[in-house]
T-cell receptor, first 115, second 111 residues
Framework: GAGVSQTPSNKVTEKGKYVELRCDPISGHTALYWYRQSLGQGPEFLIY????????DSGLPNDRFFAVRPEGSVSTLKIQRTERGDSAVYLC?????????????FGPGTRLTVT | GDSVTQMEGPVTLSEEAFLTINCTYTATGYPSLFWYVQYPGEGLQLLLK?????DKGSNKGFEATYRKETTSFHLEKGSVQVSDSAVYFC??????????FGSGTQLTVLP
């Protein structure tokens, strides 16, 4: 079946602009995660959704970052007033979160470059 | 909070050499432990996992044993291949559902 998809694959934007990054999880997966991976580092947690609600947003770095998942499927990560330090690969993952199935499946990521 | 410390890279080996990538962790309670792999140009893939002490995860010739007494989950493979060249990440889930990753180890296997 289809895996996790993310669009766009690459995004170049100017400092101060607004961007939206989209994640389409595996069908039927109730949990959705956003991570950010800077060059040469491991992914860092941003936010976790269980269904439509944000179960844990403790990883969002500041109030310029916001994410939604209005129908419990597709999620959008929104970044306002982008800064050069926001440049990274943004990863999305989804999981079933039932019984013993908590394995997270990752999408290919969106590479964001802020100039 | 939870943390993962991973062997610094890069690591360069000849084909058929023995591989060890060290990983230690700090977490409260009883975390689940994972190794993820990122092949060139591809997304993160789960390589293996272990959910309780003394469990051994294995896949594609790779193995790792959950050692609670030493808080370690070292990755091993007896004979590496060129196709194993990738970045390897150790990770855990603790009381929270999200993954905490190490910084990654770049492995290059030469023919």
């Amino acid at each position: 079946g289809a895996g996790v998809s993310q669009t766009p694959s690459n995004k170049v934007t100017e400092k101060g602009k607004y961007v939206e990054l989209r994640c389409d999880p595996i069908s039927g997966h109730t949990a959705l995660y956003w991570y950010r991976q800077s060059l040469g580092q491991g992914p860092e947690f941003l936010i976790y959704f269980q269904g439509t609600g944000a179960a844990d947003d403790s990883g969002l770095p500041n109030d310029r970052f916001f994410a939604v998942r209005p129908e419990g499927s597709v999620s959008t990560l929104k970044i306002q007033r982008t800064e050069r330090g926001d440049s990274a690969v943004y990863l999305c993952a989804s999981s079933l979160n039932t019984g013993s199935s908590y394995e997270q499946y990752f999408g290919p990521g969106t590479r964001l470059t802020v100039t | 909070g939870d943390s993962v410390t991973q062997m610094e890279g890069p690591v360069t080996l000849s084909e058929e050499a023995f591989l060890t990538i060290n990983c230690t962790y700090t977490a409260t309670g009883y975390p689940s432990l994972f190794w993820y792999v990122q092949y060139p140009g591809e997304g993160l893939q789960l390589l293996l996992k272990a959910t309780k002490a003394d469990d051994k995860g294995s896949n594609k010739g790779f193995e790792a044993t959950y050692r609670k007494e030493t808080t370690s989950f070292h990755l091993e493979k007896g004979s590496v291949q060129v196709s194993d060249s990738a970045v390897y990440f150790c990770a855990l889930t603790g009381s929270a559902r999200q993954l905490t990753f190490g910084s990654g180890t770049q492995l290059t296997v030469l023919p």
